[in-house]
């Protein structure tokens, strides 16, 4: 059992929680809980190991298990080490450093998200989660967004990062893929057309600005148009991951 904090996997896993930097260095990141151990293993993703304690339960155990069949090497930890490692206020006593192995894009998307200067890690892992569950086939990620390996991300993003390409990129990049998919490109904007009025079964990028400052003059430049979400009241906004949920699924809609 692992009891010390200067064990070499404690160390780790405290860097990879902690920087964005050590997690792109050891190209690497951590998932908490059972239910992400279980996306991931699922997703037959690579595991570098896992750690759990002597709280964890039944169906945790089983995964537990599970990784020590398939060769992972896992170990277990004092629950106060565990406690100490955590970043949620129930622990479920288990976590894993995976690798980051991201999937590939697909030879001819017809539904990509662009979160642009999405900061906070819930609106982005929000965005993910939805994204997954509507059909979007590729992220695309620009400059000045959160990374998407943050513990808070992945948690939020509930197995996204285990089924959806997501694949940081600068604009030229991002221009190339769009033009060479023949993509329309829509832009999130309160002035824009309304998204009921708009013809969203064509091939399509949506791009979602930030919360604060919105979308970057790259973002701007590259759109064709900006759709709007229709609201009553005296409501102003949604904020990034509820107003980037609802257009997609409202692609979904119109294409179903």
């Not at 997954?132 to 000045?144: I, R, Y």
């Not at 509930?158 to 998919?181: C, D, N, Y």
Request: glycine residues 8%; aromatic residues 4%.
């Amino acid at each position: 059992m692992i009891t010390s904090t200067q064990n070499s996997k404690i160390k780790l896993v405290r860097a990879l929680l902690g920087r964005a930097k050590e997690r792109r260095a050891a190209n690497a990141f951590v998932v908490e809980g059972v239910r992400l151990v279980e996306e991931a293993v699922n997703s037959n993703w690579e595991f570098r190991f896992a750690l759990y304690d002597e709280s964890l339960h039944e169906r945790g155990r089983s995964q537990v298990e599970g990784l020590k069949s398939r060769g992972v090497d896992v170990e277990m930890v004092s629950e106060s080490l565990m406690k100490s490692l955590s970043e949620t206020e129930t622990p479920q006593g288990i976590l894993a450093v995976l690798t980051d192995s991201r999937l590939p894009l697909p030879d001819s998307p017809n539904f990509i998200l662009i979160p642009d200067q999405i900061r906070d890690p819930g609106n982005l892992g929000t965005l993910l989660r939805t994204a997954a569950a509507a059909g979007v086939q590729a992220v695309l990620l620009p400059p000045e967004t959160t990374d998407v390996f943050a513990s808070k991300v992945v948690r939020s993003g509930m197995g996204a990062h285990f089924r959806l390409p997501i694949h940081v990129m600068a604009w030229e990049e991002i221009k190339q893929i769009t033009k060479s998919a023949n993509l329309q490109i829509y832009l999130a904007d309160m002035e824009g057309t309304s998204c009921w009025e708009t013809d969203l079964r064509q091939p399509l990028a949506l791009i979602v600005g930030g919360e604060a400052e919105g979308a970057s003059d790259e973002a701007r430049k590259l759109a064709n148009e900006q759709i709007s979400i229709p609201m009553a009241g005296k409501v102003e906004s949604l904020n990034a991951g509820v107003a980037g949920s609802v257009l997609m699924f409202e692609v979904m809609r119109q294409r179903t």
